[in-house]
């Protein structure tokens, strides 16, 4: 196997030795709170329909002009109290306009005209709603109490729109956990006509016991947890008309449990658009359905694939047309835009690349472009783009080695970027769209320049297909490289996540960079086949076998360390959480004699007990790929263990349920092979807060105690 | 302090070095499977009404006339497979008489007429049968399936006793979780007519969740759990006529929560006796009730005592009258024996030992003598006396220094002798209770003498009170006194338990000396205060304070070790389950410095948690002693760990419940500590059976890891 190193980019933190102190692990996983991430401007937004961008200095708002780079305006939080007493900051921005703040206030939709100092509109709602989304057409916010769904007015705050007693069934929330890009319920419709909204029926979900061990005495808390091969949930679409409070249901049978999701309001709002596929999730249907009858219009198209099919975006329509959208799909094995009509017709397909496209920002005012958003040929960078609607021919907006993160103003004039690279801490420019030129607004400090820290490196390597594999790989200060380091290998491998980027850390948590220092480490990470922004073929090699390509590549990754004169390969330790757990115990169980130690955090120990949704995607059920669960289960592994192995759990885990661990944790004792666990009480799926600087310490201490 | 070292028993294993080899901690677990713990006899017992006794040797009962030591018949496995053709080897007799032998089979009593070589008898019953209970003279068996109560016959297999929908009322079955020395549900009167049970209403006891990981998915399991301080259960008894298949429940209001206990049939079937004690476990009513009306008859007596009143033993009738009986009392500080007529009339009080009598064993068939047991002088002993019932002078019958168990014949002419002590594996012989004279009927070999062990040392110490301290200290094999060794206290240390005795091992588990040896160790175990068998006085001190003296006098232990050359001050490791796991967690949190190391197990960490009958026996309720509750709170203590504490717990602990541990780790983690854990999945209160050297290993490898 072939190898091949490219540094690509080096960023040394290690500016003087002077005063350069050490940076605790500690520190470093509250670094949010103790100011050592990169800061950045609070409430940068576009103001509606115009050159004007604001942003927040203390507690100032200011705005600007574009295209002028004056400040035009300021409002101070003073003034916004003489309205609103009870503001102790200056709130976080829902929307602003040539004339209105938008904000939530408590209990309260604000709308703040800023020209007259007058609160416009105020919306209250109550207190326990949940799933709030504000339309500030129809002047009304959605939101769900419980499992019922409910809109706020300026003379009714709480308006039903469902009223159904079964907890079965959920209206207005986020369904099928939240895959196939589902992120709510709730859609407005574009002129605030009209509220559609998901609703889920889980009656043959089954319950998940877990225990809330803070009250006295410990209570069940049920959750619904629908495990691979088992019933699902049925989905519906309910559209409400805001003029006559009534309600109807489209006419779709999901007693198959297919999915819902991707939908969208046609402009006139006639119809609305959704994507089904199939609960085997190889075939979409793209269908457009009449919200006055409730009824199917028409089939727009089909897309098969024998791995799997999994739209995640909604249709954006072109502007000032009711009947022409754009639509991503992987047909051909990259991300990219269709140009389709309502009636189905495949205008064209608009983009043609080889990397993929992960969003569309808008238009321009003389409506010839679209904005997007999208890897551009190095995938550990983000890049925006303005394509040519007609000719297809695009224009790379973000000009440096980054990943940026952008927002169109809303004639397309103008872009904010703000970007990161591994050796930029934040620097924030408008671009001009047009001209390509770039006035800086923002450049932030490196928040770590005072501390003692290595390097962090991005290597290329190739995979046992040829195919290029993106790693990094961090070093301690003061590194020496005529020296022997203990490596951390930290792992995720899952699909849609991509761990190594051009972005400040190189993406990576700042407990990596702290303990490669504080401990004289390496530490090593590799985005194997299944991880994001490669495109379909690299994503899907995994299908219904997960754990092999991933293991083959970070093997791969092993195999290179090995190369390196500066790794002990014989104390090299991996640590990952979630999928990463997965991957932890897999890469220390089926390869014995790697790994001297791993840290596995909320793992998936048997993709049975994983959801249906995402497990099936990649899985099928249980009862469809019998080989490829058994051989993916970790239980099956257990007897090899060779090194220090420690389970962490989530007590209350609502995602990678503690199943997962505990029949691990009973297999080991089956096979009378020692294994340690620990568990974070009320913990979800991850443990956040002040416990995590526990959780990483626990974590990273096992490690420099084991890896010997 | 003063302390005083007697060196009361030397027990050497090492007889030869030989031929021995090493044993490993793995076999000493397993000991009992694997035959190094000393042999027995089995099915050995009395024929009724005889001078016989029987044991089995091989697949063959063997009688021996007690009186002239012969052998005078053998029954043999085939003889019974004739009649039972199923049977794989000779049952576990139920009963012996000079015809019959008493058997269950399956799902069936069997009564075979060893004489005529028939089957006289066979009652079958349901295979889900639970709780037990067969009546020769009825010639009926009581059982219970689920939370009902049934009676199988020669004619019908399933009488029903209850037919209660309502799962919270449980009939038939132990109530009050087994305290008050209640160990069934069901009591067959004398002759026969009648079968008096325990009925249980749950209906104010919350549910506590455990959860069952084995289903897919996870199921919950809710178990019933009356925590300190809330609803309890609600007692009744009911007392079912045979003849005529009806019940009537006894006229007690309990719906103050009050126990009822100790019931006991008068000889002539026309009363039960029911000792009654308030929820406060401070006041006790002896009660007569009638079983034809289910009226109270009158109050015997009362007994009050300002910490705790305990009745744990049923009357016991004199022969031939069934209106004099013996009750045992604590009332002058030691369990003695007292005799009372049925209308309350305290005859006398028979014994005024200063130790404590265990129980009764039967009279002499001149009615002139009371058989009993108690410890005798040396508490740590358990002898068998005679008491005469008019002068109550008594004739200690075993001689013998050591722990003995026995039987006296129907006649009370014999009793079977089964004992061991520090030196003696296990003798058994027959002793004539008149003359006294003994005959050795069986001598176990020394199971452990291929292996190389230490010695186990009883050692006797002075409290901080004065009071005697009884010890054991475990040596390794090759000990040498020039040495230095590191020290693991193994500790239970509540209330009913004695862990130091004059019998084999001391009354150790094997894997105490088998670890002592393999690693070098000093084990150590004392018996303080609250612990059993020293009276009243030693165990009650602990009343609203647990782990307060109970540490004392295990610090007067270590301080006791620190005096010894050969112990190794630095390095002591504490560990004991349930009771001695919040010993453990407590000893280690309370007193930073002393122990370097601790593993707990189904630790009570919060008496809150803990159940009402026992908890607020020794506690009273959280309500009324709230200073008691925190001061032995172990999450008050997390703060000062100063070493390395490991936490175990068995994932569906009915009995000390997970939420003990659960909310010591929360604590652990905000309080920023970091502790280690394990959990046991599906395992109950203790790890049993092959997985118990799972958690051996992992708790001793952790205290010879970190006690350093």
């Known amino acids: 196997m072939k190898k091949i190193f490219s540094l690509l980019f080096l960023c040394t933190f290690l500016l003087g030795y002077s005063q350069q102190q050490n940076l605790t692990v500690d520190d470093a996983v509250l670094g949010y709170y103790k100011g050592l991430y990169p800061s950045s401007l609070q409430n940068l937004k576009w103001v509606d329909n115009s050159d004007l961008y604001v942003f927040q200095k203390e507690n100032e708002l200011i705005f600007t002009n574009a295209k002028t780079n004056k400040v035009i305006k300021k409002i101070t939080l003073e003034e916004l109290q003489k309205s609103f007493p009870t503001l102790k900051r200056f709130p976080r921005l829902q929307k602003i306009s040539t004339t209105e703040l938008t904000f939530s206030n408590k209990n309260s939709i604000e709308v703040f005209n800023y020209i007259t100092s007058t609160n416009s509109t105020t919306i209250s709602f109550d207190k326990s709603a949940e799933n709030t989304e504000y339309n500030s057409t129809a002047k009304s916010i959605a939101y769900t109490l419980d499992n019922n769904l409910f809109i706020g007015t300026t ?94 249901y489209l006419d779709i049978d999901t007693s198959d449990e297919h999915y819902l999701t991707n939908l969208s309001w046609t402009p006139n709002e006639k119809y609305v658009l959704v994507a089904e596929i199939n609960r085997g999730q190889n075939h979409v249907w793209y269908n457009r359905y009449s919200i006055e009858t409730g009824k199917k219009i028409n089939t727009l198209f089909e897309e098969k694939n024998s791995k799997w099919t999994e739209p995640e975006f909604d249709a954006v329509f072109l502007p000032n047309s009711t009947t022409e959208f754009l639509w991503f799909s992987e047909r051909d094995g990259f991300m990219n835009l269709y140009q389709y009509t309502t009636e189905g017709e495949l ?25 997007i958003t999208g890897t551009g040929a190095d995938a550990r960078e983000s890049h925006t783009f303005k394509v040519n609607l007609k000719s297809g021919k695009y224009t790379k907006i973000t000009k440096k080695s980054a990943s940026h993160r952008t927002q169109l103003s809303t004639n397309g004039a103008y872009i904010i970027d703000t970007y990161s690279s591994l050796t930029i801490p934040r620097n924030i420019e408008i671009i001009n769209t047009k001209k390509g030129n770039t006035t800086s607004i923002y450049t932030a400090k490196n928040p770590l320049k005072d501390y003692k820290l290595g390097t962090t490196e991005l290597v290329t390597l190739k995979g046992i297909d040829g195919t290029d594999l993106y790693a990094k790989i961090t070093k301690p200060a003061n590194f020496d490289a005529s ?22 850390l190189g993406g990576s948590s700042l ?57 002990d390969s014989s104390r090299i330790a991996v640590n990952g959480w ?121 974590m990273l201490d096992y490690v420099v105690k084991n890896n010997k």
């Open 155 to 248: 003379s009714n705050p709480k308006v039903t729109v469902t009223a159904i007693d079964d907890k079965n069934i959920v209206s207005g929330q986020a369904i099928h956990r939240s895959e196939f890009g589902i992120v709510k319920g709730t859609f407005w419709s574009p002129k605030g006509n009209y509220l559609a909204f998901y609703q889920k029926d889980e009656s043959n979900v089954t319950n998940y016991p877990l225990v809330d061990v803070t009250t006295y005495p410990a209570t069940l808390n049920n959750i619904k947890y629908p495990m691979a091969g088992q019933g699902s949930e049925k989905a519906k679409i309910g559209i409400y008309n805001l003029k006559n409070n009534e309600t109807i």
């Open 347 to 371: 205008v064209k397909q608009l983009t043609n690349f080889k990397w993929v496209v992960t969003s569309i920002l808008g238009f321009d005012s003389n409506e010839k472009n679209v904005f």
């Open 483 to 504: 020296k022997k380091y203990p490596v951390l290998v930290y792992v995720y491998g899952g699909p849609h996540v991509q761990l190594v980027k051009n972005s400040w």
């Open 511 to 567: 407990w990596m960079p702290a303990f490669a220092s504080a401990e004289n480490y390496i530490v090593f990470t590799l985005d194997n086949r299944g991880s994001a922004n490669r495109g379909f073929a690299f994503e899907s090699v995994i299908h219904r076998n997960l754990g092999n390509a991933e293991i083959e590549d970070q093997l791969t990754g092993i195999d290179y360390l090995k190369t390196l004169d500066f790794i």
């Open 578 to 698: 979630s999928y990463g757990g997965f991957m932890t115990t897999s890469l220390m169980l089926r390869n014995p004699g790697v790994f001297t130690t791993a840290v596995a955090g909320g793992p998936v120990t048997d993709w049975k007990y994983y959801e249906v949704m995402y497990g099936e995607r990649y899985m099928d059920t249980p009862q469809e790929n019998p080989e490829g669960y058994k051989k993916a289960k970790v239980h099956n592994y257990i007897k090899n263990l060779d090194g220090k192995l420690l389970i962490i759990h989530g007590s209350v885990d609502p995602t990678v349920v503690p199943q997962h661990s505990m029949t691990l944790l009973q297999e080991a004792v089956k096979q009378k092979v020692q294994i340690d666990f620990f568990t974070y009480p009320m913990h979800p799926h991850n443990v956040r807060g002040v416990d995590r600087v526990h959780l990483v310490k626990k």
